[in-house]
Every structure is written in structure tokens, then in C-alpha cells.
T-cell receptor, first 117, second 111 residues
């Protein structure tokens, strides 16, 4: 299967600082990348969809000014959590879809555990 | 409203005891029904995609099937290493690749 790499695997930051998480597709070009958040013992909740070269589409209830998404190339998307607060502590996971209008399969990164103290 | 519901929430099996996990769905314009495995602290690992009713796919001890209303993940003679959370998700409408997940089934296989 296709490989999606996410970095860092975990990060601890102070309240009020910003954190950037990278998501890379290593062996395919991803026209679309997705960012999910997962709280303990809960399922994945989609935060936003990013398409290469265009603005991200955010799900209802997700603050776009707080969670900045950049998809500058076909292999890299970044999620920046700005002015992080303890309630932003969560497991963030990206996924990437390969090129092709009918391609529905998406592959996931290993996730980033964010802890805001 | 499109949705998927997984059952049971948790399943405990003895090694070698076969069973099935259920994913019921109501999705208009289903473009794919997905099964993933997730280990604690890891991202989901892709298992199967099913596109149409009647389709079946197998991988080692796992077999996924799809009807018009539900999908089953059959686990034959499970081993302790099969212990994980199994997630089903759907892609529907025109947003290809956008997956909506069920709540998952936590599978524990005891030796």
C-alpha cells in the first residue's frame, strides 16, 4: 500500500504557542489530503480537506484561523495549530488520496500526539 | 442523513474462536465502504475497500463482505495479534476520499 509519513509522532508544547505537523505522501502524488482529530476512545473526526494549490475546506465547527492548513505541493500538507490550548490536546492524523477523479482510497499517517501544557 | 454504525462496541474472543464484526450503513451514493485496523497510538491501517453489494475480499484471517445495508468483517481463527480497534468508514457523494468513520469495534483476542 501507499505510504504516508507524518511528523512529528508526538509533541509537547506550552499553552499559547503554535505547533506545525507535516504530512507527506512518500511514494505517490496526493491531490487531496485530509486532517482528522481523534480524542481518547473516540473515532476519527474529519477536520478539513485540503487540495493542492487551493484553500482548505473545513468541517463545521472547526476554526480555520486556529487550524491552518497548507497544501503547497502534491506530496506535502501541513497543519499548524495556532495559539494552542490544553483543549487542543489530541491525536491528529492525516490521510492522503492519490491522483485520479475516481480514486476513493485514502492512506493514513501514523498520527501525531499533541499535548498542550 | 448518511451514517455508519458499528457493532458490537467491544468483542472478546478466545484464540481460534471465529466471529464477525458488523457495520450497518445508510449512505446515498456510496462510493466505497472501507475497513481499517487501528492499534493504540497509531494511525489506521488500510484493510479493504468494497464498492458494490455482493463483493467480498480476503486477507489472511480476515474477510470483508458487503450487502446493500451492511458490511461484515469476518475473523477466522483469530490470534492475539489480531487484537485492535477495527474501523469501518464510507465515502459518499461527490467528495472522493473523504471518509466518515464509525465508532469502531475493539477486538481483544485472548490466548
Amino acid at each position: 500500500g501507499a505510504v504516508v509519513s507524518q511528523h512529528p509522532s508526538w509533541v509537547i508544547c506550552k499553552s499559547g504557542t503554535s505547533v506545525k505537523i507535516e504530512c507527506r505522501s512518500l511514494d505517490f502524488q496526493a491531490t487531496t489530503m485530509f486532517w482528522y482529530r481523534q480524542f481518547p476512545k473516540q473515532s476519527l473526526m474529519l477536520m478539513a480537506t485540503s487540495n493542492e494549490g487551493s484553500k482548505a475546506t473545513y468541517e463545521q465547527g472547526v476554526e480555520k484561523d486556529k487550524f491552518l492548513i497548507n497544501h503547497a505541493s502534491l506530496t506535502l500538507s501541513t497543519l499548524t495549530v495556532t495559539s494552542a490550548h490544553p483543549e487542543d490536546s489530541s491525536f491528529y492524523i492525516c490521510s492522503a488520496r492519490a491522483q485520479g477523479p475516481m480514486n476513493t482510497e485514502a492512506f493514513f499517517g501514523q498520527g501525531t500526539r499533541l499535548t498542550v501544557v | 442523513e448518511d451514517q455508519v454504525t458499528q457493532s458490537p462496541e467491544a468483542l472478546r474472543l478466545q484464540e481460534g474462536e471465529s466471529s464477525s464484526l458488523n457495520c450497518s450503513y445508510t449512505v446515498s451514493g456510496l462510493r466505497g465502504l472501507f475497513w481499517y485496523r487501528q492499534d493504540p497510538g497509531k494511525g489506521p491501517e488500510f484493510l479493504f475497500t468494497l464498492y458494490s453489494a455482493g463483493e467480498e475480499k480476503e486477507k489472511e484471517r480476515l474477510k470483508a463482505t458487503l450487502t446493500k445495508k451492511e458490511s461484515f468483517l469476518h475473523i477466522t481463527a483469530p490470534k492475539p495479534e489480531d487484537s485492535a480497534t477495527y474501523l469501518c468508514a464510507y465515502a459518499g457523494g461527490t467528495s472522493y476520499g473523504k471518509l466518515t468513520f464509525g465508532q469502531g469495534t475493539i477486538l481483544t483476542v485472548h490466548p
